[in-house]
């Protein structure tokens, strides 16, 4: 089998940066694996255009040669899902597509034998190929991922889905290459919602949209008639937890992505915001702010019954759950300024976990539990910055820096982050970046406006 990526390239580096090489391409190894699986997909949204950017930062970084011939079979269909593939592939910053124009077979279809001597004149070290067919309502792909090197296949695959979900079917076939090789768990069958902004800069429009991981697929979920923060999507991908400036005071609201329909989550008296759901969606984790303190509850989702986790003359905020439920981390000044401190998952035994310099807010518990990391935005020297460590506090790692990063949320697989990151001047606005944890592949995804706050779903089902 493949050897784990993660473990032998990726964990290293959760050390300080030193001058070694990372050589992604020598992880293909011989794995016999044959498989069929029908996966569906539900309808998604209207297919839209994007376009990321990708940087490779420090050090000498060779992602896999990979090559991804156009699939044979239903030539629209193949043509949008070839692409799609390619470009998740190269964006994840681990591979590095063989050229069209120097691909040795232009197409290539599940049933036949690739030219491995061609492709190996070319330099790729893993070859993908597939058939789509298209019956009825039903869209299918045939697919056969090999090993150049060894003339070998590592595994096959069968998807299925409804003939207007192309894009997500790419999206599916993608993670399974992706963790194939990588042996780490796939991202791009995602969603991510955010606050597009648009208007002029002293009085912007925000209303909460939703897209594919890659900026695709754009839809707005509310009119921009009032003012959002900090969308988070519950477990289910079907609802998403956000603040809204509506009348009175802001108070934290439920929405249904898929029917429109949204509830507060009771009747407060106080503003309510910053809220996240807990790993299993039962419970909604929240801050009220009352008489300039503001304390962390817990509400459980069916019953909407709330109780204090915290109290005490202190700002307690941005709660996040740790994968197995038992403990949550957050952001209080209770000694003095912004830290991060970690409580048991029924409030009590707060114990501070960051000590560098600078302020940290915004902390976000990585669902890798292979792999343990919270995320955090720190505040320093006039600069902000992404950063991880691990929960006791030690191996601190800053990511990403520059004039306003803020915000980070994982992905389902644990192993890149999103943020914002505003820009200055007077037409400046925030945009959506992202970076693995490694900090050496930063990519910029474009949105329909300005865009800030992203919240990255699990896996969709």
């Known amino acids: 089998m493949f050897p784990k990526f993660i473990a ?29 699986v029908t996966t569906g997909a539900s309808a998604v949204l209207a297919p839209a255009s994007a376009q990321l950017q990708i940087t490779v930062q420090g050090g000498v970084f060779e992602p896999m040669p990979i090559g991804i011939p156009q699939f044979a079979g239903d030539a629209g269909a193949a043509r949008e899902i070839t692409q799609v593939i390619t470009n998740n592939l190269r964006l994840s910053g681990y591979f590095s597509p063989i050229d069209a124009k120097s691909n040795p077979e232009q197409t290539l279809g599940a049933d036949q034998v690739p030219a491995f001597a061609a492709w190996q004149g070319v330099g790729a070290q893993a070859l993908v190929a597939g058939t789509i067919i298209r019956q009825g309502g039903t869209i299918t792909a045939q697919v056969r991922l090999y090993d150049v090197s060894g003339q070998k296949e590592e595994f096959g695959q069968q998807f299925s889905t409804t003939a ?7 999206h599916i076939i993608s993670d399974a290459v992706y963790s194939k090789i990588t042996g780490a768990g796939g ?10 902004e648009s208007g002029p800069k002293t009085k912007r429009n925000k209303r909460l949209a939703v897209m594919d991981w ?3 697929n754009v839809r707005y979920l509310t009119r921009g008639n009032e003012l959002v923060l900090t969308p988070r999507f519950s477990p289910s991908n079907q609802t998403v937890a956000y603040m809204s400036y509506g009348t009175g005071e802001p108070q934290v609201y439920l929405l249904n992505v898929s029917t429109g329909a949204r509830e507060l989550i009771g009747q407060f008296s106080n503003m309510t915001f910053s809220p996240r759901f807990s790993g299993d969606g039962s419970r909604l984790l929240f801050s009220m702010q009352k008489d300039g303190d503001a304390n962390i509850y817990v509400m459980d989702v069916g019953s909407k019954q709330a109780r204090p986790l915290t109290s005490g003359a202190s700002i307690d905020t941005s709660p996040s759950t740790s994968p197995d439920g038992s403990q949550i981390v957050f952001e209080s000044d209770r000694g003095g300024s912004q830290q991060l401190y970690i409580m048991d998952a029924n409030g009590g035994g707060a114990r501070r976990i960051s000590f560098g310099s600078g302020r940290y807010s915004t902390p976000v518990w990585s669902p890798d539990t292979t792999l343990p990391l919270i995320a955090f935005t720190k505040q320093e ?4 910055k992404i950063g991880v460590m691990k929960p006791d506090g030690t191996g601190e790692r800053i990511l990403s820096e ?6 980070p949320t994982w992905a389902p697989n644990g192993r890149y982050l999103m943020f914002f990151r505003e820009s200055g001047g007077a037409n400046g606005g925030p945009s959506i970046f992202y970076v693995d944890v490694t900090g050496r592949v930063q990519g910029r995804v474009q949105t329909p406006a300005f865009a800030s706050d992203p919240a990255w779903s699990p896996l969709l089902k």
């Open 187 to 196: 991202f791009f069958d995602s969603r991510v919602v955010f606050v597009d």
């Open 402 to 407: 520059g004039f306003h990063n803020e915000g």
């Open 381 to 384: 020297a006039g600069s902000f």
């Open 214 to 216: 890659d900026g695709a």
């Open 164 to 170: 207007d979900n192309t894009r997500r079917l790419a």
């Open 8 to 36: 032998e390239h990726l964990a290293p580096r959760l050390r300080p940066r030193a001058r070694s090489r990372v050589r992604v391409a020598r992880v293909w190894v011989s794995m016999a694996i044959a498989a069929s």
